[in-house]
């Protein structure tokens, strides 16, 4: 609720920010995506999802093929915003102890001593998670969700804020484990990045040709213009986005008629339809409004629903996709005046 008087917001979590915090912290955000397109051209829709799932302490799901800079616009957007980023290059070797840590013993008699893993961060970047058995895909559940290991049965709270970004390639799928549907819907978002325009690439080139160093953003000239404090302020002043009682019957429509699709197997659950909420409020926020349209709700549906749904498997022989079934039931589904 907005006092007129002070012109504070009170979110429900009790804290307070200011209409001034929030238009700071929005600009701030707007820069991110600025300092970003120094060393990555286009993907303004991955970069905007990316800060989007920061807003509301949500994880992605990048997918694409090898060469078109997912790994440099992880740890570019590490670089806008100040924050600690760490890589895990997942392999069909990796242990889950060498995801989250482990208790060892200290030489000389020390006694037992928690050495926490690459985890204990703000962004962790796990490039080619579906290149790791389901055992270690599996230490990351608890992170993603209740954002804490837990190690010979002590647990240990993870940074904050922390977020996830997971890669993958859609392509060369010998020697994968494909995620499971239930470390799937962890993630906010499944975004695809796709190849460059002709445009793009031409700029790509000339930039590489003028000398950049595109795998250093901080020479790049990428500078910190966010960090925790305003990263606070935008996720209390999405809080404050209202959203219709017509645009929730809308959201909540498209999540139902993923379930009665006869394309579909397993449609959205209603942990899907929550993110599709909260993702809709930081698209809102990001836009400058202070409520949710139908438009929002469309923008995300597709990040946020694609990897939610299990297609029949004589379709997904025929070449149908997530994102066509998607596209259908968007357009079958009446939008609120």
Do not use: C
Not at 15 to 39: F, M, P, Q, Y
Not at 205 to 210: L, N, S, V, Y
Not at 304 to 333: C, F, M, Q, S
Request: aromatic share 4%; no cysteine.
């Amino acid at each position: 609720m907005t006092d007129a008087n002070d012109g504070r917001t009170t979110t429900s979590t009790g804290s307070t920010a200011t209409a001034g915090d929030a238009e700071t912290a929005r600009e701030a955000l707007v820069a991110v995506r600025d300092e970003i397109a120094k060393v990555i051209v286009g993907q303004d829709g991955v970069v905007t999802g990316l800060v989007t799932a920061l807003l509301v302490r949500g994880h992605v799901l990048l997918e694409g093929v090898p060469g078109v800079a997912k790994t440099l616009l992880v740890t570019t957007l590490a670089h806008s915003l100040d924050l600690r980023a760490t890589r895990v290059q997942f392999t069909p070797d990796l242990m889950p102890s060498d995801v989250t840590g482990q208790t060892i013993l200290e030489p000389g008699g020390g006694g037992f001593r928690f050495r926490e893993g690459p985890v204990f961060t703000n962004l962790l970047l796990a490039d080619e998670v579906n290149r790791t058995p389901p055992r270690t895909q599996a230490a990351l559940l608890e992170a993603m969700q209740e954002r804490q290991v837990s190690i010979d049965g002590t647990t240990h709270a993870l940074p904050e804020p922390f977020l996830v970004v997971a890669t993958q390639n859609p392509v060369e799928h010998e020697g994968t484990y494909p995620l499971p549907e239930a470390q799937l819907d962890r993630f906010l978002f499944k975004l695809l990045v796709p190849y460059p325009t002709r445009e793009q690439e031409r700029t790509i080139i000339t930039r590489q040709h003028a000398g950049l160093d595109a795998t250093d953003p901080q020479v790049a000239g990428v500078r910190a213009v966010a960090g925790a404090p305003e990263l606070a302020a935008a996720r209390a002043a999405v809080q404050t986005i209202q959203v219709g009682e017509e645009v929730r019957d809308y959201l909540v429509d498209i999540v139902r008629a993923t379930r009665e699709s006869p394309s579909v197997e397993l449609g959205v659950s209603p942990r899907g339809a929550t993110m599709l909420l909260h993702a809709s409020k930081a698209w809102a926020w990001l836009a400058g409004r202070s409520f949710v349209t139908p438009d929002e709700v469309k923008a995300v549906a597709k990040p946020t629903l694609r990897h939610r749904l299990h297609l029949r498997p004589e379709l997904e022989l025929e070449g149908a996709d997530a994102d066509g079934v998607l596209d259908g039931i968007l357009a079958a589904v009446p939008v609120p005046r």
